[in-house]
């Protein structure tokens, strides 16, 4: 028998949530829900800075459409299980995945990294780890409310903390 631990099934459930969130908010007239893929569906290959193959793993992969502009986001919904030290990795991959070029290449465009997290502390805590990035990399990165999420990926919730 298959077993998981509580935290992976409450992140589980919260991205799910998350969908949800996202088709109420198509329902609502707000956005156009373009695609949205989780794992691992969304998951990115790539060659990291030494030529070692690399795996991007982020909770989903989201497009909007919102009028004429389309959005693309990457996704990561934090519950505040993972240490500030673990979520500062997790966005130097994102940096490597962005200069590998693959991305850009593939859709004219790098999505959006768009942190979820579950209250304002976290969101401030989170955002404290993007402003210690390199400067270039830091516009790529959101972070906002989980309860918020399809406003921050529209655009219409700028997710202040960063």
Same mark, same amino acid.
């Given at each position: 028998?298959?077993?998981?631990? *509580?935290?992976?099934?409450?992140?589980?459930?919260?991205?799910?949530?998350?969908?949800?969130?996202?088709?109420?908010?198509?329902?609502?007239?707000? /956005?156009?829900? %373009?695609?949205? @893929?989780?794992?691992? /569906? #969304?998951? +990115?290959?790539?060659? =990291?800075?030494?030529?070692?193959?690399?795996?991007?793993?982020?909770?989903?992969?989201?497009?909007? =459409?919102?009028?004429?502009?389309?959005?693309?986001?990457?996704?990561?919904?934090?519950?505040? !299980?993972?240490?500030?030290? !673990?979520? +500062?990795?997790? #966005?130097? #991959?994102?940096? /490597?995945?962005?200069?590998? =070029?693959?991305?850009?290449?593939?859709? &004219?465009?790098?999505?959006?990294?768009?942190?979820?997290?579950? @209250?304002? +502390? +976290?969101?401030?805590?989170?955002?404290?780890?993007?402003?210690?990035? *390199?400067?270039?990399?830091?516009?790529?990165?959101?972070? =906002? %409310?989980?309860? %918020?999420?399809?406003?921050?990926? &529209?655009?219409? @919730? &700028?997710?202040?903390?960063?």
């Amino acid at each position: 028998m298959w077993e998981t631990k *509580p935290y992976f099934q409450d992140h589980m459930l919260a991205v799910a949530e998350f969908y949800v969130q996202l088709v109420e908010h198509e329902r609502e007239g707000c /956005a156009d829900l %373009l695609q949205f @893929d989780g794992e691992p /569906a #969304c998951w +990115r290959r790539h060659h =990291g800075p030494g030529g070692e193959m690399s795996i991007l793993k982020p909770d989903a992969y989201v497009r909007l =459409g919102i009028g004429d502009i389309e959005r693309s986001a990457f996704v990561e919904v934090d519950l505040a !299980t993972e240490s500030l030290p !673990t979520i +500062r990795r997790k #966005c130097q #991959c994102f940096i /490597a995945y962005w200069r590998s =070029g693959i991305e850009q290449r593939h859709r &004219s465009v790098f999505p959006k990294v768009v942190w979820l997290v579950p @209250d304002e +502390r +976290r969101q401030e805590n989170v955002a404290s780890v993007v402003l210690t990035l *390199p400067t270039g990399s830091q516009v790529l990165f959101d972070v =906002g %409310l989980l309860k %918020l999420g399809p406003k921050v990926l &529209s655009g219409q @919730d &700028s997710g202040e903390a960063t």
